[in-house]
């Protein structure tokens, strides 16, 4: 499993999904500090919306 991958334009997480080809992916509903930190403590949660 690949987590806590930051992506900086659509176009990146095309490529990314086309070459790994990832049984699932997520996507975050979260605010942070510095996104692209490997733990959660480096990243400095900030908040999240809501989503129904």
Known sequence: ???HVKFGSQKEVRDYLARVAPAHSYHSVAYYE???RKTMI????Q????IF
């Open 34 to 36: 510095d996104p692209g």
């Open 42 to 45: 480096e990243k400095h949660w």
């Open 1 to 3: 499993m690949n987590r």
């Open 47 to 50: 908040g999240a919306d809501l």
